[in-house]
């Protein structure tokens, strides 16, 4: 079935580039996403990458995928302590966009100054 | 503003009283659904709806229900809430058709069950 993992966990220090990784199990993932989650708040989309991409570039942000292996990475460069959050990595099945995403646990970035 | 308006925000109440999260979006999306977030387990889909009187479970629908009557609102009904059943709730929405699909989240309920 879908399934979509990440680590729970990343500590870094401010100005120090953060990655976070992700892996997923469906061939037919169309699009992949990052989002992020404030503490109290809602999940908000931070970008997207679609499946016959490598590389997307958004100002500090750098989603890189890698389709044999299934691998999606967000690098966020000087990462700052308002980087701080929960972020998810989500991937979207079949063609065209039937609204399901599959959410992986998030993983929680501590920024430490 | 766009937004998904969820409330209430925070709810404690006791097993078996029935209680309903409303969910309302102002973007006039077609596509809204229900998920739940526990710790380590990440955000799971309860129920979905693709456009008005069409819903359909997602991954963890037992004990919830929901209806579409009109575009923007869609309540989460939990008719006998059990322990089980406590967790961090968000509603969502999004635009149908071609393309990623960009959800928009409301803010969350914390729902406490006693």
């Known amino acids: 079935g879908e399934d979509v993992e990440q680590s729970l966990f990343l500590s870094v220090r401010e100005g120090d580039s953060s990655v976070i990784n992700c892996t997923y199990t469906?061939?037919?993932?169309?699009?992949l996403y990052w989002y992020k989650q404030e503490p109290g708040a809602g999940l908000q989309l931070l970008t997207y990458?679609?499946?016959?991409?490598d590389m997307k570039q958004d100002q500090r942000l750098t989603v890189l995928l890698n389709k044999k292996d299934k691998h999606l990475s967000l690098r966020i460069a000087d990462t700052q302590t308002g980087d701080s959050a929960i972020y998810f990595c989500a991937e979207s099945l079949g063609s065209g966009n039937t609204g399901k995403l599959i959410f992986g646990q998030g993983t929680t970035l501590q920024v430490k100054p | 503003e766009a937004q998904v308006t969820q409330n209430p925000r925070y709810l404690i109440t006791v097993t078996g009283k029935k209680l309903t999260v409303t969910c309302s979006q102002n973007?006039?999306?077609?596509?809204m659904s229900w998920y739940r977030q526990d710790p380590g387990l990440g955000l799971r889909q309860i129920y979905y709806s693709m456009n008005v009187e069409v819903t359909d479970k997602g991954d963890v629908p037992e004990g919830y229900k929901v209806s579409r009557k009109e575009k923007r609102n869609f309540p989460l009904i939990l008719e006998s809430p059990s322990p089980n059943q406590t967790s961090l709730y968000f509603c969502?929405?999004?635009?149908?058709?071609?393309?990623?699909?960009?959800?928009?989240f409301g803010a969350g309920s914390r729902l406490t069950v006693l």
């Open positions: 969502a929405s999004s635009p149908m058709g071609m393309g990623a699909n960009v959800l928009t």
């Open positions: 469906d061939s037919s993932s169309t699009y």
């Open positions: 973007m006039n999306h077609e596509y």
């Open positions: 990458i679609f499946s016959n991409m």
